[in-house]
């Protein structure tokens, strides 16, 4: 009975491309439950903390679906440097790895496609982009 109401919880995240761990337990749902639908495939997990669910929308650009994931991995992290010229079709350098910025005192490694810049001001100049219904800070 708690693992349906717990289903019914995350219908508002089930349909997003992808959805972290805290979005779940704002709703209500703990970790265990996450993990019981991921095991019986009604939620799939796309990387640490970060989820979809099975019928949810796919991206049609396949070329930024990495790079939402990476910038919603990244506690308070804002696309930056060569990620944020191709978004913008600036430049016409192909970026292998994702550059994400994240705040001067924090703590956060670079994964394997990431490489993360540490700024002391991450608000000078910072905006919103749109991909595909995500609205990621650049």
Same mark, same amino acid.
């Given at each position: 009975m708690?693992? &349906?109401?717990? +289903?019914?919880?995350?219908? !508002? @995240?089930?349909?997003? !491309?992808?959805?972290?761990?805290?979005?779940?337990?704002?709703?209500? +749902?703990?970790?265990?439950?996450?993990?019981?639908?991921?095991?019986?495939?009604?939620?799939?997990r796309?990387?640490?903390? @970060? #989820? %979809?669910?099975?019928?949810?929308?796919?991206f049609?650009?396949f %070329?930024w679906?990495?790079?939402?994931?990476a910038? &919603?991995?990244?506690?308070?992290?804002? +696309?930056? @440097?060569?990620?944020?010229?191709a978004? #913008?079709?600036l430049?016409?350098?192909? !970026? %292998?790895r994702?550059? =994400?910025?994240?705040?001067?005192?924090?703590?956060?490694r670079?994964?394997?496609?990431?490489?993360?810049? %540490?700024?002391r001001? @991450?608000k000078?100049?910072r905006?919103? +982009?749109? =991909?595909?219904?995500?609205?990621?800070p =650049?």
């Amino acid at each position: 009975m708690k693992q &349906k109401l717990a +289903i019914q919880k995350l219908k !508002p @995240l089930l349909t997003e !491309p992808s959805f972290t761990s805290a979005q779940a337990k704002k709703l209500g +749902i703990g970790s265990e439950s996450i993990a019981y639908y991921v095991k019986i495939g009604d939620l799939e997990r796309i990387a640490r903390g @970060l #989820y %979809r669910g099975k019928n949810a929308r796919v991206f049609e650009d396949f %070329r930024w679906e990495d790079l939402v994931t990476a910038v &919603k991995q990244t506690k308070g992290g804002v +696309i930056c @440097l060569i990620s944020a010229l191709a978004l #913008y079709d600036l430049t016409e350098e192909i !970026p %292998r790895r994702h550059w =994400i910025a994240v705040e001067n005192k924090t703590r956060h490694r670079a994964g394997h496609s990431v490489n993360v810049i %540490r700024f002391r001001n @991450l608000k000078l100049g910072r905006t919103t +982009i749109e =991909i595909e219904g995500e609205s990621l800070p =650049i």
